[in-house]
């Protein structure tokens, strides 16, 4: 077991196929304490079929002053949404 | 009014029923009080499931008895010699490693319990058994990772999970003074006993905690309605609402 208390990312799955999405999150001094803790704080009620939790220093996430760099440029570029196909009927979970 | 609990099949189930809503209850009083919030809340989703628990075989109860009282009547409307829940689930949480402590060798028990219960004949008890087995093997891991976290934590943690364990088996003995009801509706009292001393000296050993050995308990049993100090005061409290305010709705 490891020790520290540390802060993990909680990410949940509807159903199978579906992708996990973040939760929130949780403390826990180890992996399964994690996990429980998880389940017992977003879990309890039909939210879910399975479940990941990440160490929360785990995650790479984008530098808050190169926020603009990394997204500002898509905005006018209207081409890249898949707004100009018809969606089928019976087309679930798009 | 005295409510009696007159059917076999009823005496059998209340004993579950009463052992589950009561550390319902001791577990409640955990609501707002853990360690931190995550612990908290685990611990007030283990006391809801309980009750719920207690709440299903109150019906079943009723139901057998067929005296029209209803699962309320049972929990809210009976004295303390009208109780058959185990002494172990009435002991205080006088710290976190008596909840633990408490919590596990509980759950060791009525695993046992309700996996004998799969095949019972009694009516709707093998299908709640099933769910309620769900529930139970949660609890169950839950409280047994933290019987390992605090016995091979610190010093402190280990030393205080050794005085809750030491406590609570002077509570062991009645567990498995079966009588004949016990014997008419569990399938294999040996078995029962065996599984739940082989895996609490598991886990025991594994938590570096000491087994104390299981005495001879000189108190009545549970089964005649006899009782350790606790379980006035926890009734005074669950009940004080219900009887004070009998037609109260919420």
């Known amino acids: 077991m490891e020790s520290g208390d540390k802060v993990w990312e909680v990410f949940i799955q509807k159903k199978s196929g579906l992708p996990f999405k973040h939760a929130g999150s949780v403390h826990g001094y180890d992996k399964k304490m994690a996990v429980q803790n998880a389940r017992d704080a977003y879990c309890r009620r039909g939210e879910g079929r399975e479940l990941w939790v990440v160490p929360a220093n785990c995650i790479v996430s984008v530098p808050m002053d190169e926020a603009e760099a990394y997204f500002d440029p898509q905005e006018d570029k209207i081409y890249r949404h898949p707004t100009f196909y018809v969606i089928p009927d019976g087309v679930e979970n798009l | ?250």
């Open chain 2, 1 to 250: 009014m005295a409510i009696t609990i007159d059917k076999e099949q009823a005496q059998f189930l209340v004993r579950l029923a009463d052992t589950e809503m009561i550390l319902g209850q001791r577990l409640c009083e955990m609501c707002s009080n853990g360690p931190f919030l995550e612990e908290d809340i685990a611990l007030s989703n283990i006391a809801l499931d309980l009750i719920g628990r207690a709440e299903q075989l109150y019906i079943l109860i009723s139901e057998i008895e067929g005296k029209g009282l209803s699962a309320d009547d049972y929990a809210y409307r009976r004295n303390e010699r009208e109780y058959f829940s185990i002494k172990l689930v009435e002991q205080p949480n006088t710290d976190f490693a008596w909840v633990i402590a408490r919590q596990y060798l509980h759950d060791v028990y009525v695993k046992e319990i309700f996996t004998q219960l799969l095949s019972s004949k009694i009516d709707k008890v093998a299908g709640l058994s099933e769910k309620v087995l769900k529930e139970i093997t949660y609890s169950h891991v839950h409280a047994r990772d933290w019987m390992f976290r605090l016995g091979i934590g610190t010093p402190e943690s280990n030393r205080r999970l050794q005085a809750a364990v030491d406590h609570l088996f002077k509570y062991a003995g009645e567990l498995f003074a079966f009588d004949s009801i016990d014997k008419k509706f569990l399938s294999d009292i040996t078995k029962l006993e065996q599984g739940w001393k082989s895996a609490v000296a598991l886990t025991l050993a594994e938590a570096n905690v000491k087994q104390p050995e299981i005495h001879k308990i000189y108190m009545r049993d549970y089964r005649e309605g006899f009782h350790s100090e606790y379980l006035g005061h926890i009734l005074s409290e669950m009940q004080f609402l219900p009887r004070a305010y009998p037609d109260a709705k919420w």
